[in-house]
Nanobody, 123 residues
Framework: QVQLVESGGGLVQAGGSLRLSCAASGRAFSSNVMAWFRQAPGKEREFVSCITRSGSWTDYAAFVKGRFTISRDNAKNTVYLQMHSLKPEDTAVYYC????????????????WGQGTQVTVSS
């Protein structure tokens, strides 16, 4: 099992930037596919981005492409989500997830989750 702790959330104005971090401990971090999901009030949790073990391949939900960048530092056991041009609709709790047993895009397939970090974008 991997323990995940997110940080970096906060309140930002529309058009601003934030960088989320997810620090992992436990089972070898470099062996895990990592992902970010988010959940807005009253909505289901949705896929945001994922990154493979080596970091050589990434993917993004259409609504964040060109604005968000996922990266990882296996030496620091940390995955990042750099967010630019934030919009009020990006307001949500952002979750880090590790170790999928199937789809990269379905939250039900991930075994390990952080507690989430709140991102609020004001208009």
């Amino acid at each position: 099992q991997v323990q995940l702790v997110e940080s970096g959330g906060g309140l930002v104005q529309a058009g601003g930037s934030l960088r989320l971090s997810c620090a992992a401990s436990g089972r070898a971090f470099s062996s895990n596919v990592m992902a970010w999901f988010r959940q807005a009030p009253g909505k289901e949790r949705e896929f945001v981005s994922c990154i493979t073990r080596s970091g050589s391949w990434t993917d993004y939900a259409a609504f964040v492409k060109g604005r968000f960048t996922i990266s990882r530092d296996n030496a620091k056991n940390t995955v990042y989500l750099q967010m630019h041009s934030l919009k009020p609709e990006d307001t949500a709790v952002y979750y880090c997830a590790a170790d999928t047993s199937g789809s990269y895009y379905q939250d039900s397939q991930y075994h390990d989750w952080g507690q989430g970090t709140q991102v609020t974008v004001s208009s």
